[in-house]
């Protein structure tokens, strides 16, 4: 029999931790220049000073299938609790850290810890909640992510002219707060609990004896899922030196126009509550990537730094919506047994696209030449545009999925 029932504070106590894994790459972004400055004499540094950005993800593409795994073994609160203080620790050691080494292995840290975070986050929330409350919190956690990394790209570069490249680092400090609020206010969820709970909700996907880890459903879904993240993060990453191109410098007036163009992000999120009550899975998801590639194929064209600010907004638009239609189709398969594996899996996935994200638009920059971003978004609008295909061969034409969210 449930005893306790979950409700508005367990919501907001689980998707807050969304934001610790959104600084892991979004307040170095505006400080880039700062770190090349400071550590570009290092050798094969144009790559090595981007990876402290990426390498996180590349943490969470590693860890989350295991931090699922243990998840579903040992139990998601635990876990939580205690990445959230490592997580702290490491996140502020940059604040005593002036050479390059300690600084990687210090970014290692934070991304290990943010691959349990995430992945045992979510799936609290899935079992928590249920039905159009789950999708509803999930759909929150997505916009909430967005709307931080809006939040941080002037604040972290607004520290980085102010303190250095250094000053950032001391946000992570806030990662202890939320330790006590997890500790607080949330609980293990029995197995009992929670079939309970499903059958209430879906019947029909309830944890039953013998129930099989969707793995059609779940490779359709990191497919899309890892080049919807590569385009998720390569504006986000890369408008700062973009700009630059532009004769714009300063790393505060970088990270405010960063934060106008990710605007896009959670307003993209919130009109996903809305758009796809109309469309199927398979409309939804070509709208944003035709979106994505129109915001692609309008920045490689922008000939002033406002056109590029306003057609980045287009492309972070598409972004936004993404985000919320890949997390609410994963887990909308996933029972008890087997949550924390599913979810770790696509947590993974989409950390992999953040990571390749840089990796590969370095790639494409190299391939058109120089600083030629404009080049290099353009090739991201033809790949974009392709999804577009892939999505009507891959994608069945099927019946909106269930998601009343309230963003």
């Known amino acids: ?90 996140g502020v050691l940059p604040l005593f850290i002036t050479t390059y080494p300690p600084l990687l292995l210090s970014r290692i840290g934070v991304g290990l810890c943010e691959a ?120 986000q990453f890369q408008l700062s030196s973009a700009l630059a191109t532009f004769d714009i410098q300063d790393t505060g007036q970088a990270g405010m126009m960063l934060a106008v163009a990710s605007i896009g992000v959670p307003a993209g999120a919130i009109a996903y509550r809305y758009i796809h009550k109309l469309l199927n899975t398979q409309k939804l998801i070509l709208l944003e990537f035709a979106i994505l590639a129109l915001g692609f194929f309008g920045m490689s064209q922008a000939d002033t730094p406002l056109m590029l600010i306003i057609t980045g907004f287009i492309n972070q638009f598409g972004a936004g919506m993404v985000l919320p239609t890949m997390l609410t189709w994963a887990v909308s398969r996933l029972v008890f047994s087997f949550r924390g594996r599913g979810t770790g899996i696509w947590q993974s996935t989409f950390a992999i696209g953040q990571f390749v994200s840089t990796v590969s638009f370095s790639f494409v920059l190299q391939q058109v030449g120089g600083n030629n971003f404009q080049g290099a978004f353009m090739v991201f609008s033809v790949v974009a545009a392709a999804m577009c295909v892939m999505t009507l061969l891959l994608i069945k034409p099927a019946r909106p999925v269930n998601t009343a969210m309230a963003l």
């Not at 969304?18 to 400080?31: D, F, H, K, R, S």
């Open 1 to 90: 029999m449930v005893t306790r029932k979950a409700g508005t504070i367990q919501g907001i106590i689980l998707i807050l931790p969304i934001t610790l894994t959104v600084m892991g790459a979004v307040l170095l972004a505006p400080i880039m220049p700062l770190l090349m400055q400071a550590f570009g004499h290092i050798e094969h540094a144009d790559y090595l000073v981007p990876i402290l950005i990426s390498i996180p993800a590349l943490c969470i593409a590693l860890g989350a299938p295991l931090a699922g795994w243990m998840a579903d073994r040992v139990g998601r609160r635990k876990l939580l609790i205690g990445a959230i203080g490592l997580y702290s620790v490491c």
């Open 116 to 235: 349990v975070i995430i992945t045992c986050s979510t799936t609290l929330i899935g079992d928590y909640f249920s039905g159009a409350q789950r999708d509803k919190w999930l759909g929150s956690q997505a916009a909430l992510a967005s709307l931080t990394a809006m939040l941080l790209f002037p604040v972290a570069g607004w520290l980085g002219q102010q303190y250095g490249w250094q000053g950032p680092f001391a946000i992570y400090g806030l990662a202890f707060l939320f330790m006590i609020g997890v500790i607080v206010f949330t609980w293990d969820v029995t197995k009992q609990e929670a079939a309970e709970t499903e059958v209430a909700a879906t019947p029909a996907q309830a944890d039953m004896p013998g129930a099989q880890f969707p793995w059609a459903h779940m490779v359709k879904v990191c497919f899309f899922t890892l080049v919807g993240g590569v385009m998720f993060y390569i504006l």
